[in-house]
Each structure stands twice: as structure tokens, then as C-alpha cells.
């Protein structure tokens, strides 16, 4: 299992520089890749706040790319859920992960938008 970074994610997504987005298509199309949550969050930020992608833009490129067999992280239904949430609800991305685990444990928070969120399961 190989893990990578924002930057590989972000490279293999936005095809921006050429030698950097093929060493990255190569080791996410030819290998078993984990990628953290904390590493996808950091994607959705970057890929939002620097690069001006929406919501349902995002959501959509990572579903993809999450959906490909040798791609994994930690509880891949409550990700590929969180990003489901991300395209329809104004909560950041961590808020929208916390909303896909109300569906197995209780999240205790004081926040209304994710209590919202969360009594909607």
C-alpha cells in the first residue's frame, strides 16, 4: 500500500504540470493507494479555496477517483457519503465527514448547521 499526498491528488487531478500529473497517474492507476482523510479534506480545501471549484465539482472528481478499486481510506462508505453531503450542503468538508458518521455514532457537537445535518440520517 503506497500512501500519498494533497499534491499527488491535486497534480493527477488537475493535470497542471505534465511530469508531476503523469508520476501521479502512474502510481494511482498501477498501485494500492490509501489516502487519509485528513489528506482529502485537505484536497477539498485546495482544490475549493485556491482553484475556485465548486461544490458539486468536487464532490464529483473525488467520488470518481474514491470509487477506483486500488483506491482506499478509512471507512470508504462514510467518505464517498461525506462527499454526497459536501455537493448539497454548505458545511466544510470535516462537518460533512462528521454528518456521514451520524449514520453509526452519535456526533455531539454545538454546531446548529452539522446538528441540522445530522438529525436528517
Known amino acids: 500500500m503506497i500512501r500519498i499526498d494533497t499534491n499527488y491528488v491535486i497534480r ?14 502512474k502510481v494511482i492507476m498501477h498501485s494500492n493507494v490509501y489516502i487519509s482523510n485528513e489528506v482529502l479534506a485537505e484536497v477539498v480545501y485546495v482544490l475549493h479555496g485556491v482553484y475556485g471549484y465548486e461544490r458539486e465539482k468536487i464532490s464529483s472528481v473525488l467520488l470518481e477517483l474514491m470509487n ?14 461525506a462527499f454526497k453531503i459536501y455537493a448539497k450542503k454548505k458545511l466544510d468538508f470535516v ?24 438529525n436528517e440520517k
Open 68 to 81: 477506483f478499486d486500488n483506491i482506499d481510506t478509512s471507512d470508504k462508505a462514510i467518505v464517498l457519503n
Open 95 to 118: 462537518d460533512c465527514l462528521l454528518c456521514a458518521y451520524a449514520t453509526i455514532d452519535e456526533i455531539l457537537t454545538f454546531d446548529k448547521k452539522l446538528i441540522k445535518c445530522t
Open 12 to 25: 493527477y487531478l488537475l493535470n497542471d504540470n505534465e511530469e508531476m500529473a503523469m508520476i501521479a497517474e
